[in-house]
C-alpha cells in the first residue's frame, strides 16, 4: 500500500532561521509526483513545491527546496530564511492518479 | 481566476441529520476530487470525478455518501444520515488535465461537525 509519513506534528523555526520538515513514503512505483502543500490558519491549500519522481535534480521555489532522495524514498522540505507567513500546516502526498497524504506538520515562526 | 469554493465554510448537525456540501471546482476544470481529514489524521480521498462520471470512488467510505457533479459544472457530497465519525474537514479540489500528473487546486474546505 502507497503510505505517507510525516513525523513531526508540530516544528517551529525563528524568524529568518531556516527549518527542515521530514517526510518518508512507501511505494512500488517508479513513476510518481511529491508535492508539499501548505494551509495557513482558516485559509486554503496551496501549493508549495512539486518534484517529479524521474528527475535527479531536486526542486527548488524561491526559499523552498526539497531534498529528494528516491532509494531512501526521502522527500524533506527546506524554508529558507523563514518569515511569519510561513506559519501553517504543511502536508506531504504522493500522486499516482490520486493524492495520498501524509499526517501534517504544524510550523509556528517566532519573531 | 476564481478559485475553488466550497459551501458552507461550517456545518454543525446532530446525529442522524443530513447535511449536503457544495464544491464549485475552477472554470474549464474537468477534474473534480473530494477528500476528507478527520482531526489529527492524513487527509484522505474520497473520490474523483471527470465531468460528470464517477471515475474512482474507492475512498467513499460507506452508502451513507452521495456524491454528484450533474452537468459536469459543482458538485455536492450529501451525508445522509450523518453519524458522530463523520466529522472531520472535507475538502474539494480541481484539476484541468486529464493526466495524474497535473496539480490539484484546493478549496478551503468545510468542517463538518456531528453531535
Known amino acids: 500500500a502507497q503510505t505517507v509519513t510525516q513525523s513531526q506534528p508540530e516544528m517551529s523555526v525563528q524568524e529568518a532561521e531556516t527549518v527542515t520538515l521530514s517526510c518518508t513514503y512507501d511505494?512500488?512505483?517508479?513513476?510518481?509526483?511529491l508535492f508539499w502543500y501548505k494551509q495557513p490558519p482558516s485559509r486554503q491549500m496551496i501549493l508549495v513545491i512539486r518534484?517529479?519522481?524521474?528527475?535527479?535534480q531536486n526542486a527548488t521555489e524561491n526559499r523552498f527546496s526539497v531534498n529528494f532522495q528516491k532509494a531512501a524514498k526521502s522527500f524533506s522540505l527546506k524554508i529558507s530564511d523563514s518569515q511569519l507567513g510561513d506559519a501553517a500546516m504543511y502536508f506531504c502526498?504522493?500522486?499516482?492518479?490520486?493524492?495520498?497524504f501524509g499526517t501534517g506538520t504544524r510550523l509556528q515562526v517566532f519573531p | 481566476e476564481a478559485g475553488v469554493t466550497q459551501f458552507p465554510s461550517h456545518s454543525v448537525i446532530e446525529k442522524g441529520q443530513t447535511v449536503t456540501l457544495r464544491c464549485d471546482p475552477i472554470?474549464?476544470?474537468?477534474?473534480l476530487y473530494w477528500y476528507r481529514r478527520v482531526m489529527g489524521k492524513e487527509i484522505k480521498f474520497l473520490l474523483h470525478?471527470?465531468?460528470?462520471?464517477?471515475?474512482?470512488e474507492s475512498g467513499m467510505p460507506n452508502n451513507r455518501f452521495l456524491a454528484e457533479r450533474t452537468g459536469g459544472t459543482y458538485s455536492t457530497l450529501k451525508v445522509q444520515p450523518a453519524e458522530l465519525e463523520d466529522s472531520g474537514v472535507y475538502f474539494c479540489?480541481?484539476?484541468?488535465?486529464?493526466?495524474?500528473?497535473?496539480?490539484?487546486?484546493f478549496g478551503p474546505g468545510t468542517r463538518l461537525t456531528v453531535l
Open positions: 470525478f471527470v465531468k460528470e462520471s464517477k471515475q474512482d
Open positions: 511505494t512500488s512505483e517508479s513513476d510518481y509526483y
Open positions: 472554470s474549464g476544470h474537468d477534474n
Open positions: 479540489a480541481s484539476s484541468q488535465a486529464l493526466v495524474w500528473t497535473d496539480t490539484q487546486y
Open positions: 502526498a504522493y500522486n499516482t492518479d490520486k493524492l495520498i
Open positions: 518534484q517529479e519522481a524521474y528527475k535527479q
